[in-house]
């Protein structure tokens, strides 16, 4: 039996491709097996680049496939994509050769059903609650009457007319209509711009709107989405105009009915909230002037009561005024006669009292008389002392001697010495006599400190040789030597 003959290198029945080859058949193959697809998944991973693609994945229990939407797609793909929502994507499967990946490009994105689209919304109703944007404090009160109504709603729409109906038949106001798309792509973007456009028009030619009513008729979940967006939402938050939404059937909630000012049910029931009534106006305004009239006329009547039982207690005018006419003759009278008999009473009383007064030569002669008399007693007494003191003197003298006279001369001179040192010691010439000198104003009197002396003051400076004047600059820090 032969042996086998070894195979021939390089000889084999399957295909061989280059890189390039295999990728592009695989990217054949799976265009051409799938084509357009629908895929639903949870979108994760989402990522938007300078360039305006965005890339995501999307995801299920059991797996993970890559996604892009180009640009040019991105603004027309239905919905705005973000992390966490469960949506439809629809688009066709690619591969993508340097890195040997496939991935789905996408052209169309709708949620999931309705659970979708309820958990996104549940999701962006509590983070706006979490910022404050439902508060009722926020609420900002309708006008009473508003000059203009501002409607922002489609302009093909029976929402428009239901609007324009009701203020006519209640109270006729102009109204502003910004027309906008209420549902489908774009929507969302156009009614956030219309918002912050009547909220930014001046007072001008275009009058600004003094209450705002956005609305459309009633639709499904996902014809409402465009009023649950994010950015509507914040237009509405920041909206200085009262806002009334009136988005969908009674039973049909939005997001805007939170931020919003007033939730009317239906656009009918808005405008009946942003306008009142003219019949009912006139109704009240009747019964309040009826109420005012009523009332002005008991309070005149109890004022006409009032003033007529004052004026039964008031006393007898003309009675009071004759008596005090009499009164005043009467002290016209007496004041006539009081001046004369008061002069006639101070002249009898000076008379009176000039012959008490005694006669002025006499007083002078009894003075002199007393001062005479005194003198001579003086006198006597002064004569009597000298007489006294020369006894005394007399009786001493002989007794002192010349030597003791010395003595006490001396004892005193010395106490004499000694005083004359102290005093001479305490003197201020000696003082001057050191290089000191004495300052004095211009009345004389002693300046003992630079701040009594103040500026351009005149001075006296005394030395001990004699006296100049001086004009003071200004005071100056004490130097610390």
């Known amino acids: 039996m032969d042996e086998a003959a070894p195979p021939v290198p390089g000889r084999t029945n399957i295909p061989e491709y280059t890189v390039s080859d295999l990728s592009g058949a695989i990217k054949r193959t799976l265009e051409g097996a799938f084509g357009r697809i629908r895929v639903r998944g949870e979108i994760t991973e989402l990522k938007l680049y300078g360039s305006g693609h965005a890339y995501l994945s999307l995801k299920d229990e059991g797996g993970k496939i890559r996604a892009v939407i180009w640009r040019s797609t991105l603004v027309r793909v239905g919905l705005r994509p973000e992390n966490g929502i469960e949506v439809i994507a629809t688009g066709k499967i690619s591969a993508y050769g340097d890195r040997s990946e496939y991935q789905l490009v996408i052209d169309r994105l709708e949620y999931a059903g309705a659970g979708a689209m309820l958990a996104r919304i549940e999701l962006l109703r509590?983070?706006?609650?979490?910022?404050?944007?439902?508060?009722?404090?926020?609420?900002?009160?309708?006008?009473?009457?508003?000059?203009?109504?501002?409607?922002?709603?489609?302009?093909?729409?029976?929402?428009?007319?239901?609007i324009m109906t009701?203020?006519?038949?209640?109270?006729?106001?102009?109204?502003?209509?910004?027309?906008?798309?209420?549902?489908?792509?774009?929507?969302?973007?156009?009614?956030?711009a219309a918002i912050a456009g009547m909220d930014r028009l001046p007072?001008?030619?275009?009058?600004?709107?003094?209450?705002?009513?956005?609305?459309?008729?009633?639709?499904?979940?996902?014809?409402?989405?465009?009023?649950?967006?994010?950015?509507?939402?914040?237009?509405?938050?920041?909206?200085?105009i009262p806002l009334i939404s009136a988005v969908g059937h009674e039973t049909d909630t939005t997001l805007i009915d939170h931020v919003s000012d007033r939730r009317a049910p239906t656009p009918t029931a808005a405008a009946e909230m942003a306008?009142?009534?003219?019949?009912?106006?006139?109704?009240?305004?009747?019964?309040?002037?009826?109420?005012?009239?009523?009332?002005?006329?008991?309070?005149?009547?109890g004022n006409r009561a009032r003033l007529s039982a004052a004026g039964a207690s008031l006393p007898d005018l003309p009675g009071i005024l004759a008596n005090a006419r009499m009164r005043l003759d009467d002290r016209a009278q007496r004041l006539d006669l009081a001046l004369p008999n008061l002069l006639a009473a101070r002249a009898s009383a000076l008379h009176r009292a000039e012959r008490h007064i005694p006669d002025p030569h006499s007083l002078i002669l009894a003075r002199r008389g007393a001062v005479d008399v005194a003198g001579l007693r003086l006198l006597g007494a002064l004569r009597?002392?000298?007489?006294?003191?020369?006894?005394?003197?007399?009786?001493?003298?002989?007794?002192?001697?010349?030597?003791?006279?010395?003595?006490?001369?001396?004892a005193q001179r010395a106490q004499l010495d000694v005083v004359c040192a102290r005093l001479e010691g305490a003197s201020y010439e000696r003082v001057l006599a050191r290089g000191f000198a004495l300052v004095r104003d211009a009345k004389g009197h002693a300046v003992t400190s630079a701040a009594a002396a103040g500026r351009?003051?005149?001075?006296?400076?005394?030395?001990?040789?004699?006296?100049?004047?001086?004009?003071?600059?200004?005071?100056?820090?004490?130097?610390?030597?």
């Open 166 to 192: 009701t203020i006519a038949r209640r109270f006729a106001r102009p109204i502003l209509l910004w027309p906008v798309p209420v549902q489908g792509e774009g929507a969302a973007e156009r009614i956030a």
């Open 384 to 410: 009597t002392g000298v007489a006294r003191h020369r006894e005394d003197a007399a009786r001493v003298l002989p007794r002192l001697t010349l030597s003791e006279i010395e003595r006490r001369l001396r």
């Open 275 to 301: 306008v009142p009534s003219r019949t009912e106006l006139l109704a009240d305004l009747a019964q309040t002037a009826a109420r005012l009239i009523g009332a002005l006329d008991r309070a005149t009547q």
């Open 126 to 162: 509590q983070r706006l609650a979490a910022e404050g944007l439902f508060d009722a404090g926020r609420k900002k009160p309708l006008p009473r009457l508003p000059a203009v109504v501002g409607v922002i709603t489609s302009a093909s729409g029976a929402v428009l007319h239901d």
């Open 456 to 481: 351009n003051a005149r001075l006296r400076l005394r030395f001990a040789d004699g006296e100049v004047g001086v004009v003071t600059e200004g005071r100056q820090a004490r130097l610390p030597f």
């Open 203 to 240: 007072v001008g030619p275009v009058a600004r709107p003094d209450v705002l009513i956005v609305a459309r008729g009633g639709g499904s979940l996902e014809d409402l989405m465009a009023f649950n967006e994010e950015v509507v939402l914040r237009a509405a938050s920041a909206c200085a």
